[in-house]
């Protein structure tokens, strides 16, 4: 059980230390009760909650409105890991909306919010937002928003040109104020290069086992996922028997650096 505040400053020093950690999506307060109780020291209340929790293809028709209701029930239920909140798709496409919409997820209750993609009109939105005291995580690689541009949910920077973009985004995105951020479905070894070339936490999901976090959807890692599960997915559910033992499981093996292996990379 965690006694004190999860905070960035606490992960920033997890990263010097070479302390792994894990985080899961949480959606409401009986999970994320849960989840605090095993010791997690961190959960996102994700857009993903469009296809885990509403039975969506994507993550495109989630809203400020869903986040902020679940946020608000995640809080309630783990006061003291750092909760973050993902910003839905076009809501923060310019500087108002972000400030808006930002503002009403830290009233949630969360303690950063977590925006996807690169180029120079999201590094500008991070400064404006850490300008006005929100933290923000960036999220680069493969980003679900942007769904309907890869043509589907594809792994990003298996080419060198693609790998040095989303590397340079990487240090653009420190460079921006970013606090810290996730990087998902990339090839194992541009996971550890970024995380090696960035002083934040990095948090991979589908990124290889260098990366200082790894996170995953709570469905995927307790096997009630339904339709095609990712390749970085397990199931640490099965063979336990015991949802708090899949949790504990889950933080050793990523502890421990035996999660994710070989067969959940790219």
Sequence with gaps: MLTKPITASVLRQWKLTKEKFSCITAYDASFSRLFEEQGMPVMLVGDSLGMAAQGHTSTIPVCV???????????????????????????????????????????????????????????DTIRKL?????????????????????????VQGRNEAAASKILEAAKQLEEAGAQMMVLECIPETLGQKITESVSIPTIGIGAGKHTDGQILVMHDALGISSGKVPRFAKNFLSGTGDIRAAVRLYMQEVKEGHYPAKEHTY
């Excluded at 839905?88 to 500087?95: E, G, K, T, V």
């Design 130 to 154: 850490t300008q006005r005291s929100v933290p923000v995580s960036g999220h680069i690689g493969m980003t679900p928003q942007a769904v309907n541009i890869y043509g589907g949910f594809k």
């Design 65 to 123: 409105s869903d986040v902020a209701y679940h946020t608000r029930s995640v809080r309630r239920g783990a006061p003291n890991s750092l909760v973050m909140a993902d910003m839905p798709f076009m809501s923060y496409s310019n500087a108002d909306d972000a400030c808006k919409n930002a503002a009403t997820l830290m009233r949630s209750g969360a303690n950063i919010v977590k925006v996807e993609g690169s180029g120079s009109w999201v590094y």
